[in-house]
């Protein structure tokens, strides 16, 4: 006999979300929710998503609002018009729970609740397990997630598909079936056919062992959580918001992989799913590399950097980060920096830059590297590779992009902004004309 009761604590006057698909598993929560409904004073809204993927979903949209009519319940339909995302599944589950999110918050409601029972817990398990995690994704599904003001509950954990069929049985609760579950050429279908049923052929309450695993697990992950937390803060610029490569290499590597994995989740988000333990180990070999600098390109476009001492991940937008801006009195530069004219100063460091307007071919032009640029540096015989001078100075990959070169109307390079100066330069007390200051 399934009861609600035996596997959540309600409170009088509490107000559910539950997000109902029509399928067997959530028309069985709904329908249980609403036996409920009097006993605790509930306020109960049902959230469905059209996906538009079969035409049987116009239907399936239909019969939820008639439902919730004809029950008394309040009804929030969304119709998913169009996919971007080359995985369907990944993209159509977070438009959901969006979705989900923001009827939450419209009826300021305690708990979402969703209707994934035991044997998806099994599914989902083995599916880490194969494709690899860490160990709160190895846990599975949780039944209790804190979210930003509400939970997100999944009451059904403890029964099977099997027992939430027989309960749809019995109580005459319709519902309805997507053939697409029966595919093949989905990972969780094959999961679902080839393997639970040798399980519960080897234990019928296999699934109550997969809970009672999932939630060792999760109590372990709380733990290791605490201490990559006070690691974090240990290896963390706080300045720049990277790993400082140096301190991260001084802490367990246990620990070092679920900072990784953190900080993934954090860039990722609900992306998550694209990213396993092959990325993890490729990470791990981009911080231990001697390589000053380096980048590895990871799903949707993110790109993993090494530069120096420091390890971050960034969004590849695509862009060209190059400019030309001629010079006039004053030009704000996209590296949030500026280069102004000024009358005079006592500064004679590598941001002043004191130039004759003889001894160069006006305009000025501010642009940013090309390759092969050479510069002749002041008080040095020759050219110096403007690549090698920003190595010597440790100025990153990203840096190097949009770091300001300015030149004359000849291309000679007169002066890297804050880091070398050229023959041109005029030293401190000699007449010049032209005084450029770096900010």
Not at 7 to 27: A, L, Q
Not at 181 to 210: A, C, G, I, Q, W
Not at 350 to 377: A, E, M, Q, Y
Not at 380 to 405: A, C, H, M, Q
Request: proline share 2%; with cysteine.
């Amino acid at each position: 006999m399934i009861s609600l009761e035996d596997s959540f604590n309600f409170n009088n006057g509490d107000t559910i979300v539950i997000g109902c698909s029509t399928g067997p598993d959530s028309m069985a929560l709904l329908d249980m929710l609403i036996k409920l409904r009097e006993k605790y004073n509930l306020q109960i809204i049902c959230a469905h998503v059209n996906h538009k993927i079969r035409k049987q979903s116009e239907i399936e949209e239909e019969f939820i609002k008639e439902y919730c009519n004809c029950k008394n319940i309040l009804v929030e339909v969304m119709s998913i018009e169009k996919y971007g995302d080359d995985n369907f599944h990944n993209e159509a589950r977070n438009i959901r729970y969006n979705f989900f999110d923001k009827i939450v918050r419209k009826y300021n409601a305690n708990y979402l609740m969703t209707a994934h029972h035991g044997d998806d817990l099994i599914e989902t398990i083995l599916m880490r397990i194969t494709r690899g995690s860490n160990l709160d994704g190895y846990s599975g599904i949780h039944k209790i997630v804190d979210m930003e003001g509400y939970k997100l509950v999944r009451p059904l954990i403890y029964f099977t598909k099997k027992e939430l069929e027989d309960y749809d049985l019995k109580n005459n609760v319709k519902y309805f079936t997507d053939d697409s579950n029966l595919s093949m050429k989905y990972t969780r279908n094959r999961y679902r056919k080839n393997v639970l049923p040798f399980l519960k052929e080897e234990d019928s309450n296999v699934h109550k062992k997969f809970l009672k695993f999932s939630e060792n697990l999760e109590e372990a992950s709380k733990y290791i959580d605490k201490e990559r937390d006070k690691a974090i803060n240990r290896i963390i610029n706080k300045k720049t918001n990277r790993i400082l490569i140096d301190e991260f290499l001084k802490i367990d590597k246990y620990i070092q992989k679920e900072i990784l994995y953190y900080v993934m989740e954090d860039f990722y988000q609900d992306d998550l799913i694209l990213v396993n333990d092959k990325h993890i180990e490729l990470l791990m070999y981009l911080i231990n590399s001697n390589k000053s600098n380096m980048i590895v390109n990871l799903p949707n476009e993110i790109l993993a950097i090494k530069s120096y001492n420091e390890f971050y991940l960034k969004r590849e937008t695509g862009e060209i980060d190059s400019y030309e801006i001629e010079f006039n009195k004053y030009a704000e530069l996209p590296n949030n920096h500026s280069i102004e004219l000024i009358d005079d100063t006592e500064d004679n460091s590598n941001n002043i830059c004191r130039l004759s307007s003889h001894d160069i071919k006006l305009p000025i032009t501010i642009r940013t590297r090309k390759f092969g640029d050479k510069i002749s540096v002041k008080g040095l015989n020759g050219k110096k590779k403007v690549k090698e001078i920003f190595i010597d100075n440790k100025i990153s990959l990203e840096e190097r992009d949009t770091w300001p070169i300015v030149i004359d109307a000849v291309g000679n390079i007169l002066w890297i902004p804050g880091v070398k100066k050229s023959k041109f330069d005029i030293p401190k007390g000699k007449n010049c004309d032209i005084i450029l200051k770096y900010r």
